[in-house]
């Protein structure tokens, strides 16, 4: 240990303060706890210090979930590996019939109680391939643009939204909706114009969406359970006959423990 000065030395004769005494046994409790640097080592008792004398998890222990296999983004016709956003109004996530996570959709992790930065990505595809009107599909026109509210994405830390981390709107109540020709219906495309032309708004939407979402939280100890969450807002992105038209292709999520 180094030496330390109390930031508060105290005197004879002088009337001590709680805040006083406290001042000066943190100043020996933050080394005792981790707090160390540059003034904690020396190099004349032996070699200086290199990573190799430390613990893999010494100052940062990461937790990370994404598939062996990453799903094409372009591989729009059979959606191998790909997740179904489904035609609901509420925050969706995604676990096994075992109640496992997804992978690269959820991380579970026992935490040693540090801050924690958690960071979630995904490839966000909204629309099915485009058949016109006599069934043939379309290869110049494969999505639907954006024929419903859009979505919201969000981090879950043991089933609360960390709202911080809200990637969307906020308010689904806020959203306009013109529908088609303004008639409050939907539309099933029958060309590439329809496409084109966006039928409601708020969330985010497009074809094929890059999302990153992410936030830094003091997590205590124990185990924990990390989710990226989707909201389909209103449970309307779909086109024409109501099936869904949203997924999600490749994911990552992990979680990172900055440890002290």
């Known amino acids: 240990m180094s030496w330390k000065f109390p930031p508060e030395p105290l005197k004879s004769g002088q009337a001590v303060a709680t805040d006083n005494l406290n001042d000066n046994f943190l100043t020996y409790t933050e080394e ?22 430390l613990a893999k998890d010494a100052a940062f222990r990461l937790h990370l979930s994404r598939p062996d296999s990453v799903p094409s983004i372009s591989d729009v016709d059979t959606k191998t590996g790909w997740l179904t956003v489904r035609m609901k109004d509420d925050w969706q996530t995604y ?69 911080e981390s809200f990637l969307g709107s906020a308010d689904s109540m806020n959203e306009f909706y013109s529908g088609d020709g303004r008639l409050g219906k939907r539309l099933k495309p029958t060309a590439k114009a329809d496409l084109d032309t966006p039928q409601a708004g708020g969330g985010i939407n497009g074809a094929a969406i890059a999302v990153v979402v992410d936030t830094i939280v003091d997590v205590p100890p124990g185990v924990h359970d990390v989710k990226i969450a989707v909201m389909s807002i209103k449970g309307n992105n779909s086109y024409g006959d109501g099936l869904p038209s949203a997924y999600i292709a490749n994911r990552e999520l992990f979680v990172l423990e900055l440890i002290r």
């Open 95 to 163: 676990t096994g019939t075992d109640g496992t996570n997804t992978v690269g959709m959820g991380v579970k992790f026992n935490a040693v109680g540090s801050l924690c930065w958690i960071c979630g990505s995904l490839q966000l595809q909204v629309g099915d391939p485009y058949h016109n009107a006599s069934g043939d599909l379309v290869q110049d026109t494969r999505y639907d643009r954006q024929l419903g509210y859009g979505f919201n994405v969000a981090i879950q830390l043991d089933g609360v939204t960390i709202y």
């Open 32 to 53: 005792l706890a981790g707090a160390l640097n540059e003034h904690n080592f020396s190099i004349e008792s032996g070699a200086p210090l290199t990573r190799d004398n």
